[in-house]
């Protein structure tokens, strides 16, 4: 797709996708409203392949029937009850304390309507204040609002009342790659198995850069495994909307929009 496309409360934007069950599920009438957001000289394109020509060129769709399920599996509810789902503090129940931080702790909820296991992050807005970190939180809410993929931590709602913020997140059970990699006993990794991790961590980074988005904290700290033994980037805190510079018809760099300046003004 190419161009902007309104699609309920999400915006798809160039690479994304859409209508992707319907290939999976086959049903014998599939309707969605979509609004495109381009205009005369930016038109928005949308291309449609067949599911004969699906299988054609990627020999099947259990591909595709991955990625769906990976979905499913990290929200663990499916797509259509994930858009009518209402997550608030009176229907989560608290189970137990998953870490502590700067600003708050993490907590192990369950939701009292579905019975799934979240996280929920919980930070004292007074902390936040007397570390001058307002801009920061709100930033990393508004990336997490803007992605959707299951190389990126999901956040499932955003809240707050007078004292604290909350955001309810995914649960990622395979823990740290940094605790992978540091195994007692262990010297790290097969090579096959860091190119698959550096594979998915790629295509995580790759999706944020067509979005103009810089991740900019990437350690084995902030990279979680989810069920099925995938990647997945965590603390949007650092991330940051870039700009991109093409200096010839192959090599696209992305700039954080100061630095790029600073270069422009200084030749």
Known sequence: ??????????????????CDDALLEKPAVFSSTFVSQGDGENPTACAYITLKSFITIFGGISRLKGIVDRRRLSTGIDEQSYRRL????????????LGTGTFGKVWLVRHKETDNAWAMKVQKKTEILNYNQVDGVIREKNIMTQLTHPFLINMISAFQDEHDLYMVLN???GGEL??????????????????????????ALDFMHLRSILYRDLKPENV???????????DMGFGEPSISVKFSNTIQIFFLPLLFFHFSKNG
């Open 1 to 18: 797709m190419n161009g902007e496309v309104s699609a309920g409360s999400k915006v798809l934007k160039e690479g994304d996708y859409f």
């Open 171 to 173: 649960m990622y059970p």
């Open 178 to 203: 940094f605790s992978l990699l540091h195994r007692k006993g262990s010297s790290g990794v097969t090579e096959s198995s860091a190119k698959f991790y550096a594979g998915v961590i790629l295509e």
């Open 86 to 97: 209402t997550v608030t503090l009176n229907s989560l129940e608290k189970m137990k304390i």
């Open 224 to 234: 979680l495994m989810d069920a099925d033994g995938y990647c997945v980037l965590i």
